[in-house]
């Protein structure tokens, strides 16, 4: 049973460990200042190809962007869908642990 308990555990912690190590995208936008403007981007940003989740900080302006393994977004393409959403893109910074 001890045994069993701790492979859980193990599998566990490994598994948090590689879901917090996905490769993201952190954008600081311009003009966020409600749950719409949340809401329009999160929007936009879901739609393109690769992206598995978007999340926003309203306050400090920051978009994270998540994307599936092997995938990339495009600062032009990003850029394009930020100002088209009425906002604009101020930095675009990639977040890849295997590049640590």
Same mark, same amino acid.
């Given at each position: 049973m001890k045994k069993l308990i701790t492979t859980v555990l193990a599998v566990l912690l490994f598994s948090? =460990? +590689? /879901?917090?190590?996905e490769t993201h995208y952190q954008l600081q936008v311009?003009?966020?200042?409600?749950?719409?403007?949340?809401?329009?981007?999160?929007k936009k940003l879901s739609k393109l190809d =690769? +992206? /598995?989740k978007v999340k926003i900080n309203l306050k400090e302006g920051v978009?994270?962007?998540f994307v599936a393994d092997g995938k990339t977004l495009?600062?032009?393409?990003?850029?394009?869908?930020i100002t088209d959403a009425g906002f604009t893109l101020?930095?675009?910074?990639?977040?890849?642990?295997a590049k640590k």
């Open positions: 948090h =460990g +590689v /879901l917090a190590a311009d003009g966020l200042v409600c749950p719409f403007c949340e809401y329009n981007i999160e =690769g +992206v /598995l978009v994270k962007v495009s600062e032009k393409i990003v850029r394009q869908e101020r930095s675009f910074d990639v977040y890849d642990p």
